[in-house]
């Protein structure tokens, strides 16, 4: 399967030749958990449980365990996630005010090890 390449937070994505660009594989994973990730709880009408509202928590003060619990409950609804291997999530403060978020997974078709992480 290929999809419209959209970075989060962005435009769609142009290809080399100026069209719009494709992606599949491991990189439509990784693009469709950052969209999860960072699309609002009940952002979509049709699929209420969708989205774990990350963005949304910018500021607040932090609560690791309902963070990791979020990302974990949304990372078992995504398709390109091999859901018979562990999923592990980390988060750390590298420095006073900020965190971040590190969670690795096994690519369903790939069956390698993606490592992805989100800083706030």
């Not at 290809?15 to 992606?23: D, K, L, N, P, R």
């Not at 969209?35 to 963005?55: D, E, F, K, M, V």
């Amino acid at each position: 399967m290929s999809a419209l390449s959209h970075t989060v937070g962005g435009d769609l994505d142009l290809s080399a030749t100026g069209g719009v660009a494709v992606v599949s594989g491991s990189e439509l994973t990784r693009q469709s958990i950052l969209r999860r990730l960072c699309t609002n709880a009940g952002g979509y009408i049709w699929q209420p449980g969708y989205g774990a509202g990350l963005p949304a928590r910018v500021g607040d003060v932090m609560d690791e365990a309902a963070i990791r619990a979020i990302v974990l409950a949304q990372m078992q609804a995504e398709a390109g996630v091999d859901q018979t291997q562990p999923v592990s999530v980390t988060i750390s403060s590298p420095k006073t005010g900020a965190y971040l978020l590190a969670i690795s997974y096994t690519d369903a078709q790939t069956g390698a090890v993606q490592e992805l992480t989100l800083t706030s």
